[in-house]
């Protein structure tokens, strides 16, 4: 029986998004992610300084940051600890200004010894979207990357290519049959990237740090969303704004027998601290007050439930 075409021309989701982030106009060889969406690197040098600790507390000299940027934290764990090994994994070009102490490379190491870590990388990794149909069918869908409208491919039942991506729905996402509209964001695109990476880590640490889900608390109609110019927009894979989705963290998880625990948690037990200083220190030492009094300001952003402090972080030792 010969296959049946698919009865769209326009591409996956996937397809579509691959093109938008990293073809070569896309946003991330093109954009710098700075100007349109703010992170935990954003927020306060005070993360940095986290992660610096982290490295050091492990015995281990080197930090490679994946999907670097602009460099903003290898910049700054420069700044904290000169001694420190840093590479930066980043498609776009090497920053002129980045100091002649940090290496830059488009590609993965073979090999790592040291943390290897990735501040919302994973979201940003491109996966596949699938749809429950009136039947109760999943469907691929695809997507104009010109007007956002969209269209349901083949029922991925029928198609041979599609199983594996419905074997991880039905283990990872499962979609209710009589739920028709209902979607998810097949995460095994994310799984293989993040275990890609810590199967090149010889000795060390592997920490994915992203906002996501666990199978308890899928959103029923995915996650998909696009920034730019500091706010959320419209979301479009046209290579014009960032295009992300959350991460099911316990399917990455598990693929690479990462821990997953919260930011709060992590940070905190790495010494940030959201306590206000003495105020007998305002009359004592006025500048130090202030500047005590930022820092905690920027710890209690971090640490913030139902903000920063609720990111995931995926810790694997090797």
């Given at each position: 029986m010969p296959a049946v075409p698919p009865p769209t021309s326009l591409p996956t989701w996937k397809q579509?998004?691959?093109?938008?982030?990293?073809?070569?106009?896309?946003?991330?060889?093109?954009?710098s992610p700075a100007g349109h969406f703010r992170t935990s690197v954003h927020a306060s040098r005070l993360f940095a300084e986290a992660v610096a600790r982290m490295t050091r507390e492990a015995g281990l000299d080197t930090v490679v940051d994946i999907g670097a940027g602009r460099g903003e934290l290898l910049v700054a764990l420069h700044e904290i600890d000169p001694r420190l090994d840093l590479l930066g994994v980043e498609v776009a070009a090497r920053p002129r200004d980045l100091p002649s102490g940090i290496a830059w490379t488009a590609a993965l190491p073979e090999a790592v010894d040291g943390l290897?870590?990735?501040?919302?990388?994973?979201?940003d990794v491109p996966c596949h979207?699938?749809?429950?149909?009136?039947?109760g069918e999943l469907r691929m869908v695809?997507?104009?990357?010109?007007?956002?409208?969209?269209?349901?491919g083949n029922p991925l039942a029928h198609d041979r290519v599609a199983g594996s991506l419905q074997e991880w729905a039905e283990r990872w996402w499962p979609l209710d049959p009589g739920e028709p509209g209902t979607r998810a964001e097949v995460g095994s695109t994310r799984d293989a990237a993040w275990a890609s990476v810590v199967e090149r880590v010889n000795r060390g640490l592997a920490v994915a740090v992203d906002y996501g889900h666990t199978k308890g608390a899928r959103p029923p109609f995915g996650t998909l969303r696009s920034y730019r110019d500091g706010r959320e927009v419209d979301v479009l894979p046209d290579g014009s704004r960032d295009v992300t989705a959350h991460v099911a963290v316990d399917a990455v998880a598990d693929r690479v027998g990462a821990t997953l625990r919260r930011q709060r948690d992590v940070l905190t037990g790495l010494g940030v601290?959201?306590?206000?200083?003495?105020?007998d220190l305002a009359g004592t030492d006025p500048t130090g007050y202030v500047a005590a009094l930022s820092r905690a300001t920027e710890a209690v952003e971090l640490t913030a439930e139902a903000g920063l402090g609720d990111f995931w972080w995926l810790v694997t030792e090797r």
């Open positions: 579509a998004w691959d093109e938008a982030l990293y073809g070569e106009r896309g946003f991330f060889r093109t954009q290897v870590v990735a501040n919302e990388w994973l979201d979207v699938v749809e429950v149909d009136d039947d695809h997507v104009d990357p010109t007007t956002g409208r969209e269209e349901l601290s959201g306590d206000r200083p003495p105020l």
